[in-house]
């Protein structure tokens, strides 16, 4: 007789697939097989609390010695450390994952703000005739971050089409968001977009301030 049906079991780890269980009572088990699976399997306990689990450790433990003073309790651990130990590798991984993209970042930063230093200081020629013809500062701004900016949307768009063909190998080390979500791109293209545009700009307004006589008199 079919008693309920639960939900998914991850029996061996949240990175790997939920597999067929099922549920047997105590009572329509043999005291032999039971003895003989607590031989191979330490048995574990589930106690559910609405209050702080470790608070009730004392008293569980007396209830198991009121049973069998000889029968030892180890391992006492809540849910979220079971969870917490279960991924503890996933986590490490991760952890490493974003140190590294967090210097990825930081490199991509600089080299994009020493493209720009650089396409700057070979423009300064053009600069200077820009300016002598009365081009404003705000539009020589603009036209440097706006050329700083193409690069970064090209970099953007192969960047972002080089993460989706590799998020299926990052796919069992992510509990809770799918490897595609749309909103993890936003957000990290966001990001890269402002770097890109702080990294442009600093240029933009060094060279909006290069003095027209000094640039072509250099050329």
């Known amino acids: 007789m079919v008693v309920g049906v639960v939900g998914n079991i991850h029996e061996t ?18 005291d032999g097989l039971t003895k003989l699976a607590g031989g191979v399997i330490p048995t574990s306990w589930i106690v559910r609390t609405s209050v702080d689990p470790m608070s009730l450790r004392g008293a569980i433990e007396r209830q198991f010695e009121a049973v069998d ?4 309790v180890s391992r006492f651990r809540t849910m979220e450390q079971v969870l917490s130990e279960s991924v503890s590798r996933q986590n490490f991984n991760m952890l490493l ?4 993209a967090g210097i990825a970042l930081l490199l991509a930063s600089i080299g994009i703000y020493g493209l720009m230093s650089y396409s700057v200081e070979q ?17 020589m701004v603009r036209l440097i971050v706006r050329d700083g ?17 590799l998020t299926r190998l990052l796919a069992k080390m992510l509990f809770g968001v799918h490897p595609n979500d ?6 990290v293209a966001a990001i890269l977009g402002a770097v890109a545009l702080v990294a442009s700009y ?14 072509l008199r250099c050329e």
């Open 13 to 30: 780890g949240l990175n790997n697939d939920a597999e067929p269980v099922m549920y047997v009572p105590v009572v329509q088990i043999s």
């Open 69 to 72: 003073p000889q029968l030892p």
């Open 97 to 100: 994952l974003s140190i590294f």
């Open 123 to 139: 423009r300064s020629h053009e600069i200077g005739i820009r300016m002598a013809l009365g081009a404003a500062e705000q539009s």
């Open 149 to 165: 900016m193409k690069l970064a949307i090209a970099g953007l768009v192969l960047g972002l089409g080089a993460a989706f063909g």
């Open 182 to 187: 749309p909103i993890t791109y936003v957000i």
């Open 202 to 215: 600093i240029p933009a307004m060094r060279a909006a301030r290069i003095d027209p006589m000094i640039a």
